[in-house]
């Protein structure tokens, strides 16, 4: 029988990780809003950084989307393996 561990502190900072991720992307996206699409000097150049803002735009609410379901379901393995590990303990030490 093979040896299966749940490390429920690393599924924590790995939850709190995702979320900071989504806290960077964000912030990327806040300095290209400041900056602004437009008055770069090349027509081309504003059209390119609108489309990106566009496109990032758009990949950071799917990011956000992913995170949120990520970090949820993290939480509940989480407090799952945490009740698990409690019940087992107390089962194993006789307790009620």
């Not at 979320?19 to 150049?45: M, N, R, Y």
């Not at 990106?52 to 799952?80: M, T």
């Amino acid at each position: 029988m093979s040896d299966f561990t749940v490390d429920v502190d690393f599924l924590a900072k790995l939850s709190k990780d995702l979320q900071g991720c989504a806290s960077e992307l964000e912030e990327g996206l806040k300095a290209l809003k400041d900056v602004g699409p437009t008055g770069l000097g090349f027509d081309f150049l504003d059209d390119s950084c609108a489309h990106f803002q566009d496109k990032w735009e758009y990949g950071l609410k799917k990011v956000h989307e992913c995170v949120k379901v990520l970090h949820e379901g993290l939480d509940q393995v989480q407090q799952n393996y945490a009740g698990t590990e409690q019940g087992l303990t107390k089962a194993m030490s006789g307790g009620n």
